[in-house]
């Protein structure tokens, strides 16, 4: 139990268009879930705290206008790039939590490279 | 905010022997501590979790310890095997509803030599 679903894996796009990541809870509701980035041999940095009928909150440095969150259900929350350059090319990863599930969940992670 | 610092970087070991991984952090106030293992091009996998009412859990050949008034907490894996090789990161968060974001330390690239 407690699988998150994350789409696409991978994604190369151009630069200056926009690319929506999706992240889905497979088996529980989850009313907050968590975007992360994730460069080269580095660690995991929160972006944002996605809340289900409500505005993401936003990690301090993070463009809230840049990276578009919305979480229109229990169990899906998008990450949208815009306007995407060559230096937002990262891992992008969600996560959530299922009540009493003993843990967070993470998806398997999109890569994003923008050429 | 929470700062959670993780040592040491880079770890190689000899198959079979142990390995220890140690983790501070600085908000009194966290008392949810997880692990993650994480292979190359994959999400982070919860490979085991200790609460702050507890100072220690095993799982098998994995055990964590936690030091809640030095604020440290370990990591040990013991007959260590190939495939645990991986990165691994500890995490501090100040409690396990749906809503506490986790912090994650920089983690530790560990090589397990055959």
């Known amino acids: 139990g407690a699988v998150v679903s994350q789409h696409p894996s991978w994604v190369i796009c151009k630069s200056g268009t926009s690319v929506k990541i999706e992240c889905r809870s497979l088996?529980?509701?989850?009313?907050?879930m968590f975007w992360y980035r994730q460069f080269p041999k580095q660690s995991l940095m929160l972006m944002a705290t996605?809340?289900?009928?409500?505005?993401?909150?936003?990690e301090q440095g993070v463009e809230k206008d840049k990276f578009l969150i919305n979480h229109a259900s229990l169990t899906l929350s998008t990450l949208t790039v815009t306007s995407a350059h060559p230096e937002d090319s990262s891992f992008y990863i969600c996560s959530a939590q299922r009540q009493g599930a003993g843990g967070y969940t993470f998806g398997s992670g999109t890569r994003l490279t923008v050429v | 905010g929470e700062n959670v610092e993780q040592h040491p970087s880079t770890l190689s070991v000899q198959e079979g022997d142990s390995a220890v991984i140690k983790c501070t952090y600085s908000?009194?106030?966290?008392?949810?501590f997880p692990w993650y293992k994480q292979e190359l091009g994959k999400g982070p996998q919860l490979i085991i979790d200790i609460r702050s009412n507890v100072g220690e859990k095993k799982d098998q050949r994995i055990a964590v310890t936690l030091n809640k008034t030095a604020k440290h907490f370990s990591l040990h894996i013991t007959e260590t095997q190939p495939e645990d090789s991986a990165v691994y990161f500890c995490?501090?968060?100040?409690?396990?509803?749906?809503?506490?974001?986790?912090?994650f330390g920089p983690g530790t690239s560990l090589s397990v030599i055959p």
């Open positions: 088996d529980f509701q989850a009313t907050t």
């Open positions: 996605s809340n289900e009928g409500s505005k993401a909150t936003y």
């Open positions: 995490a501090a968060s100040k409690g396990e509803t749906s809503y506490d974001k986790v912090i």
């Open positions: 908000d009194s106030a966290s008392n949810y």
